[in-house]
T-cell receptor
Framework: ETGVTQTPRHLVMGMTNKKSLKCEQHLGHNAMYWYKQSAKKPLELMFVYSLEERVENNSVPSRFSPECPNSSHLFLHLHTLQPEDSALYLC???????????FGPGTRLTVT | AQKVTQAQTEISVVEKEDVTLDCVYETRDTTYYLFWYKQPPSGELVFLIRRNSFDEQNEISGRYSWNFQKSTSSFNFTITASQVVDSAVYFCALSENSGGSNYKLTFGKGTLLTVNP
């Protein structure tokens, strides 16, 4: 059983929709991450939060907006996405930034 | 240049064969961390091992073993007596300091391992 949960597991949205992805970790970790995994590219780090503060934003378009209200929860707010944003979005957490990350099952996003 | 290179895109073996997945990394840091992750068809990445740069001891865990060689910047992963359930994409990753106490994890492109019965 994973200590990192993600909802929803699957999401289909139109380009004008607004939706949010949710991630919750039950491991007492202090760092949380969003990754994008698409078919033709390696795993891409999007955002890093450490102690609820965003410490990394890897040139992600503003149509993706992260939110970390506390150390256990991480959101990714989506707005006016493009079809090329269709991918598996993975959330992860780690006790400290240098340590191993534990991943959630991902949200399979399809933008139509 | 890639920081983490997994030259083998796909490997196919027959059950019970041994298989080695290669990983070569590049870093200027003296302190860094290396990882292996498994991603089965279900999609969730599963952490397998972490190795610190100052610890070159090889490790064995059941049918899995890892060979860390700083001299060649390699961190190879061997599965002994492979099983069908080992079929997955395996990722090697490098964690380096990105400023202050922050670290950035960079993944290789992954190796798809298929174990046939």
């Amino acid at each position: 059983e994973t200590g990192v949960t993600q909802t929803p597991r699957h999401l289909v949205m139109g380009m004008t929709n607004k939706k949010s992805l949710k991630c919750e970790q039950h491991l007492g970790h202090n760092a949380m991450y969003w990754y994008k995994q698409s078919a033709k590219k390696p795993l891409e780090l999007m955002f890093v939060y450490s102690l609820e503060e965003r410490v990394e934003n890897n040139s992600v378009p503003s149509r993706f907006s992260p939110e970390c209200p506390n150390s256990s929860h991480l959101f990714l707010h989506l707005h006016t996405l493009q079809p090329e944003d269709s991918a598996l979005y993975l959330c992860a957490s780690s006790r400290l930034p240098a340590q191993e990350q534990y991943f959630g099952p991902g949200t399979r996003l399809t933008v139509t | 240049a890639q920081k983490v290179t997994q030259a083998q895109t796909e490997i196919s073996v027959v059950e019970k064969e041994d298989v080695t997945l290669d990983c070569v990394y590049e870093t200027r840091d003296t302190t860094y961390y290396l990882f292996w992750y498994k991603q089965p068809p279900s999609g969730e990445l599963v952490f397998l091992i972490r190795r610190n740069s100052f610890d070159e001891q090889n490790e064995i865990s059941g049918r899995y073993s890892w060979n860390f060689q700083k001299s060649t910047s390699s961190f190879n992963f061997t599965i002994t007596a492979s099983q069908v359930v080992d079929s997955a994409v395996y990722f090697c990753a490098l964690s380096e300091n990105s400023g202050g106490s922050n670290y950035k994890l960079t993944f290789g492109k992954g190796t798809l391992l298929t174990v046939n019965p």
